[in-house]
């Protein structure tokens, strides 16, 4: 064997593999060829008849007569395999032909497998290596020869044979087969559970795998038995150490349920190698590991990696595949030989058959293959040689790959490497001295995988070889394209070559086709490519491939814009006016050949062009139309085509108005109007309008548009005009009219004078103002918030009053107020002034003290406290205002809203005259404070007699809690039992405490942040308390007041107080009794009515009353008589005008002057209401009136005693009559009665059943419904509605129908019992009705 000739060293070990390993012995004879294979396996093969024959029949059977041991296969080749025979005992082999008509014996032979092998080895030793003996073909896989692997196999093992040493021991106890094997086993059965199986089958999985383990001796020393069922999971039903006996092992087989699922054989074998092959499981170092696979159906995820693995452990893997199993993926799962470890049958009910033969298999298996025959093992074996280890596939690439492996303990002569395509493909190979441990594999197809084995090579033959699986890596695709170099129409593209490489593919395309536009490509050597050829301004797609020979990198892709011929930039616009602009730009960096520039209004309707030459910066559009928006593009024109544009907006302005009018007064009744020219030019012509004020007509002339001024004719000297003038352009625009207003010198319109504003009320205010000289028709009056945040509004005032009062402001709000007097000739010129309204009512009538009395908002005064519950009045023990008692849970509340009209202002003090009770609780309360709507504290005084202290607290602008507590001795007399006047006085930054109008302490206090608009207001509530119904304290209060201001306090003298009185500041009290025996006493009783008296004298005549106001004016009197004919005017210029477009509408004239009395006119029809007038001033005390309607819903009140029971009412009415009632009982037997009294019940009985029918007929017919079981009561006016209070049925005999006969539970009480009816008829007739 020469080194130096790789080709011919291969050549020598394909064959010296073929006859080493083959040990194939060949008897040909006739028709028939037999071949023992490795394993005593029996390979025959056939003549193929001629025909169209359905296929082959094989028969082996043993010529002992053993049933058990006979074979039947079918084929559609000429050639099969079977596998398991005795090598001693004697076997008859018979194959037909199918055809349509039957079947045909072609050849039967009889054969003894020792026989065939011993003739075989004597025709081998005369036969020289190499010579016309048939060549296996090798594999250095462990898998069949592709012709070997498409013939059917099937193999079996005889019932007896001798026992080999070191082999299995075989009993035989009559039929019954028995296996020991010579080292401990572990078998791991995999069952699919899948859908596919199904429940009926299942049982039949069950009974095989039972009889696969019968045959093995089954305990801890022996054989271990576990069971994983699978289908989306894998689930281990019991391990290899869990049963010990075979009674165990087979109950558990028939304990086994049916699982269902999905088929992943991959994810059962990963189960099988993770959890069940493992020491925790019951798994022996020593023992043989054996998984048998059952399954009907191919895999939904990958097996192969898994399978690998098991079979690299060691593991013999036998798979057995039942109708639609994949055959090709349990030959990939199973272990070498596949013709003894892959068995697929057609059905279930198959597996019977196969069970006896694949325990023996196993069996077989575990003895460590064939019994050796012989002379026949002196070949050398190939794990007698020692081999390499550790195979590692390294240094991955697209063409190459490197392998390196422990090299064996001795080393060979070479090593041979062979590798292939795993998807098929000729095998290469290389040889590479012994001593070496790596090489690698170029010139490989990327993205390939690959199968790769490393065989050493001895002097005397072959030792096992080492495989691998490696993939190679894609062809790298090209890496950093970069845009070298961008122009209008090339682009230059750059990158880093890639590995392997031989050239590249460019593709180009633009990113938005146009029309028909075709991809280009281009193929380069070097990694770089100049496109041209492409237009300016474009995206384009660009992608690069790397390529070698027929393969193909991923794409790398890129996007490129060419730059478009550079546009104009910079566009402004200048010189703007109603029918012209000037646009400018900046000129483009490269020669222009001209500058185009369009432009285009918003609507369309009107549009130009103009161009400049290509060194000029700006151009004049015109003319343009005014108040128009034009769209302005303007192109750079290269000769090599035009650039984008560049887009600007430009709005012209409105026609201008004439401006500067004035009016001078000629001789007569003639008055000259001047004015300043509207534009230098394009004016057409200028209309003029003049309309008397009030009512009168308008007059309107037209003047060229070269004028200036215009005389305006017949205008009065004691009337005031409305003189407008606008003027027209020759495009049609028109500009906006100007007004004048022209006062002659002889009428005047005086304003009102000395206007004042006063607030009233928090929500009002009082204007009043000097009226003018002369007769003012009325008063125009509008107001608004002065900071423009509120509407305006308007008034109109009579023009003999002098006062008015707003109502409805805003609180705490400066308002401006403009009055303008109207006059008969117009309206004056307006007057102005500011005001602002309360912040706080008046305490007091004269207003001087503003702020909010609590007492009255919560109703304790004299006349309306006794509707409060909870409270008692009682006189003052110092007079003046009565003392008010809240008891306690009084719960005193109000609304924010209904106590303050206007918000809070920030400084302010809070004056309470109280006096706290024996009953008032030792814990804090509040005396007065405000809530927000959840009763959360916002605002309050707390008083706590447990502490003898008083606290303020109020609310921040940031929400947090600000409190000032004051406990000095001053404070602790509050809590002795006696009256006490307390000011708490609230600043910006402090809060100041008085006690009887002494100063006791100062606190400094954070900025309180805005008082609650929506909330409650609560006295004496417990400061512990929480929610609507809450307890409150008891105490006395003679005041409570709010002040709005915080300096009040060192104002009040405490006159309530009999230590604070002196005669000077304060008054004396009223006396509670000012009665003495010297003093008259009250009036007595009236007396009767004396006798009339007599008539006096007649008084004097009375003054005249004064003149009362002006009626208003009457209507339009008729129309008088026509006027003289006036003189003849003088003869005027004619100026020919061109006709001016229609004229706008005018405005309302001002009303005229009153005219004549006329008639009393008809009474005409009511005015609408005028505006609310002012508040009046307080009446008297009314009498109580009616009672109120119902206010609003109150809190939730205590729950009140169960009254007691009311008296029975009277019987109700008899109720209208029900429907009849459910079928009764079979009632007794009653007397016998004559047959005319049974006959006139039974006619009765007939007849209203007859009636009923027919009304129930008739009632279906008039309403298509379908009959309800509960009919709806028409009720009569007057008549109470069915189930009502107080009202029953009347009571019925069996087969009458009831009144009422809706029974309502829980409708009130019952009314008293009906009277007793007549004996009802039979009720058997109406009974079918409702069943």
């Known amino acids: 064997m020469s080194s130096g000739d790789p080709a011919h060293l291969g050549l020598c070990l394909w064959l010296w593999l073929g006859a080493t390993l083959g040990r194939e012995q060949v008897q040909a004879s006739g028709l028939l060829r037999l071949a023992v294979l490795p394993e005593d396996r029996l390979q025959m093969k056939w003549r193929e008849s001629e025909g169209s024959g359905l296929g082959y029949l094989v028969q082996v059977k043993p010529m002992a007569g053993d049933s058990e041991q006979e074979v039947i296969l079918t084929t559609k080749t000429p050639k099969a395999t079977v596998g398991g025979l005795s090598p001693s005992k004697g076997y008859t082999l018979q194959i037909f032909e199918l055809t349509g008509s039957g079947r045909f014996l072609l050849a039967r032979r009889e054969f003894v497998i020792e026989d065939l092998k011993s003739s075989s080895l004597d ?460 646009v400018f730009w900046e000129g483009a960096p490269r020669p222009v050949r001209l500058v185009r520039v369009t432009y285009v209004s918003s609507e369309g309707g009107h549009s130009g062009q103009t161009e400049a030459p290509g060194n000029a910066t700006s151009a004049t559009l015109g003319p343009l139309s005014s108040s128009t928006t034009y769209t302005v593009r303007v192109t750079c024109l290269y000769p090599g085509g035009g650039s984008s544009t560049l887009t600007g907006r430009v709005t012209t302005k409105k026609a201008p108005s004439p401006s500067q009018l004035s009016m001078t007064e000629l001789p007569g009744d003639a008055v000259q109007l001047a004015w300043v020219a509207a534009a230098p030019s394009g004016v057409l012509v200028y209309q003029i309008t003049w309309t008397p004020l009030g009512e009168g007509k308008a007059h309107e002339i037209s003047v060229p548009g070269n004028l200036g001024t215009a005389v305006l004719p017949g205008l009065g000297r004691h009337t005031e005009y409305d003189v407008t003038i606008l003027a027209y352009y020759r495009d049609g625009a028109r500009s906006d009219p100007v007004s004048l207003r022209y006062t002659p010198s002889t009428v005047s319109r005086s304003p009102p004078s000395n206007l004042a504003l006063a607030s009233e009320t928090p929500d009002s205010l009082q204007v009043s103002w000097t009226p003018p000289l002369g007769r003012v028709l009325h008063y125009w009056l509008t107001y608004a918030p002065a900071s423009g945040l509120g509407p305006e509004k308007s008034v109109s005032v009579p023009g003999a009053r002098s006062h008015v009062t707003l109502p409805d402001l805003q609180a705490a709000t400066k308002y401006r107020v403009l009055v303008s007097a109207i006059y008969a000739a117009g309206r004056s010129e307006a007057v102005s002034a500011t005001g602002q309204t309360a912040a706080c009512p008046a305490l007091r009538p004269d207003g001087s003290l ?123 007399k509050i809590f002795f039992g006696s009256f006490h006047k307390v000011h708490v006085a609230v600043g910006r930054s402090k809060v100041r405490l008085y006690v009887d109008c002494r100063k006791v302490a100062e606190r400094p206090l954070g900025e309180m942040g805005s008082p609650p608009a929506a909330g409650f207001v609560t006295l004496g509530r417990l400061a512990k308390a929480r929610g609507p119904r809450s307890s409150s304290a008891a105490f006395q209060l003679q005041m409570l007041q709010i002040v709005c201001s915080d300096t009040w306090a060192d104002e009040d003298r405490c006159c309530e107080l009999p230590a604070s009185r002196d005669g000077e500041t304060c008054p004396a009290f009223v006396s509670a009794c000012s009665c003495s025996s010297e003093t008259p006493g009250p009036p007595g009783p009236q007396g009767p009515p004396g006798l009339p008296g007599r008539n006096g004298t007649p008084g004097e005549q009375g003054f005249p009353g004064p003149r009362g106001e002006p009626g208003p004016p009457g209507q339009m009197g008729p129309e008088g008589p026509g006027g003289q004919q006036g003189s003849p005017g003088t003869q005027g210029r004619a100026v020919q005008g061109p006709v001016g477009p229609p004229g706008v509408k005018g405005e309302k004239g001002d009303h005229g002057l009153p005219g004549l009395q006329g008639h009393p006119g008809h009474q005409g029809i009511p005015g609408r209401v005028g505006l609310q007038g002012p508040k009046g001033m307080r009446g008297l005390e009314g009498t109580a009136g009616l009672p109120g309607p119902p206010g609003p819903r109150g809190f939730q009140g205590m729950a009140g005693a169960r009254g007691t029971s009311g008296e029975r009412g009277p019987p109700g009415t008899v109720g209208p009559t029900g429907l009849p009632g459910p079928k009764g009982e079979r009632g007794e037997k009653g007397e016998p009665q004559s047959l005319a009294t049974l006959y006139q019940l039974v006619s009765q009985a007939c007849e209203s059943a007859i009636q009923t029918h027919v ?28 189930g009502s209070p107080g009202t029953r049925s009347k009571a019925l005999v069996p087969g009458e129908w009831g009144r009422g006969g809706r029974h309502l539970e829980g409708r009130g009480e019952p009314g008293a019992v009906g009277q007793m009816g007549s004996p009802g008829q039979q009720g058997a007739s109406t009974q079918g009705l409702w069943e």
């Open 123 to 582: 025709r081998s030793s005369q036969r020289p290596l190499g010579s016309g003996a048939p060549e296996p073909t090798p594999s250095h896989t462990g898998s069949p020869d592709p012709e070997q692997a498409s013939e059917p196999q099937v193999a079996f093992t005889p019932s007896q044979d001798p026992r080999t040493p070191g082999g299995s021991e075989w009993r035989e106890t009559g039929p019954q087969f028995r296996c020991l094997p010579p080292v401990p086993a572990d078998m791991v059965f995999l069952v699919d559970g899948s859908w596919s199986i199904g429940h009926s089958h299942f049982q039949q999985v069950k009974d095989f795998l039972a009889s696969v383990i019968a045959p093995f001796e089954i305990g801890p020393d022996k054989v271990q038995v576990g069971l994983t069922q699978y289908s989306g999971d894998a689930q281990t039903e019991w391990d290899l150490n869990s049963l010990s006996t075979k009674e165990q092992v087979l109950a558990a087989v028939r304990r086994l349920r049916y699982k269902g699922g999905n088929t992943f054989t991959g994810l059962a074998l990963t189960h099988v190698l993770g959890q069940n092959l493992q020491p925790a499981a019951g798994l022996r170092p020593e023992a043989a590991k054996v998984v048998i696979l059952v399954t009907d159906g191919k895999s939904q995820d990958d097996v192969h990696t898994a399978a690998r693995v098991l079979k690299d452990l060691g593991v013999n893997v036998f798979a057995v595949g039942v109708k639609n199993a994949d055959e090709a993926e349990l030959r990939l799962l199973a272990s070498p030989p596949r013709d003894i470890t892959v068995h697929s049958v057609l059905d279930f009910l198959q597996l019977g058959a196969l069970a006896g033969l694949l325990s023996r298999l196993i069996c077989q298996r575990l003895q460590g293959g064939s019994p050796r025959q012989g002379p026949a093992a002196a070949a050398p074996a190939l794990d007698t040689l020692p081999a390499p280890t550790s195979l590692v596939l390294s240094q991955v690439t697209s063409s190459s790959i490197r392998l390196s492996w422990t090299p064996a303990p001795r080393h060979p002569l070479k090593y041979l490497i062979v590798w292939r395509a795993s998807r098929g493909g000729t095998p290469r190979e290389v040889v590479v001295e012994g001593p070496a441990a790596s090489t690698e594999l170029h010139n490989l197809a990327s993205r390939t995988e690959y199968l790769v084995s490393v065989f050493p090579i001895y002097e005397g033959g072959v030792g096992e070889g080492l495989r691998g699986l490696v993939t190679t890596a894609p062809l790298p695709p090209p890496r950093a394209l970069t845009l070298a170099a961008v122009t209008p129409r090339t682009v230059h593209l750059t990158w880093q070559p890639s590995a392997g490489a031989t050239h590249y593919l460019v593709r180009c395309s633009p990113a938005s086709p146009k029309g028909e536009e075709e991809e280009r490509e281009v193929q380069v050597g070097r990694p770089e490519v100049l496109l041209d050829g492409l237009e300016p301004g474009r995206d384009y797609e660009v992608s690069v491939q790397s390529l070698r020979g027929p393969e193909g990198s991923e794409a790398r892709g890129i996007r490129a814009r060419t730059p478009t011929l550079a546009p104009p930039r910079h566009l402004g616009f200048s010189d703007v006016s109603h029918d012209a602009a000037r």
């Open 1255 to 1282: 009304s129930k007929f008739d009632s279906f017919h008039e309403n298509t419904r379908p009959p309800m079981p509960i009919l709806e009561q028409k009720l009569e006016p007057g008549t109470e509605p069915l």
């Open 850 to 972: 503003p702020g909010f009395d609590l007492m009255v908002a919560f109703s304790l005064v004299e006349k309306a406290y006794a509707s409060i519950r909870g409270v008692a009045m009682e006189p003052s023990a110092f007079g003046g205002t009565p003392t008010f008692t809240l008891f306690k849970d009084a719960q005193l509340t109000r609304r924010v809203s209904d106590v303050y009209p206007a918000p809070l202002p920030p400084e302010h003090t809070i004056v309470f005259l109280v006096r706290l009770l024996p009953e008032t609780p030792r814990e804090a309360f509040a005396l007065w404070q405000m809530t927000a709507e959840d009763f959360q504290p916002l605002l309050g005084v707390l008083l706590d007699a447990g502490k003898k202290s008083l606290t303020y607290f109020h609310r921040d602008p940031r929400a947090a809690l600000q409190e000032a507590t004051f406990d000095p001795q001053e404070v602790r």
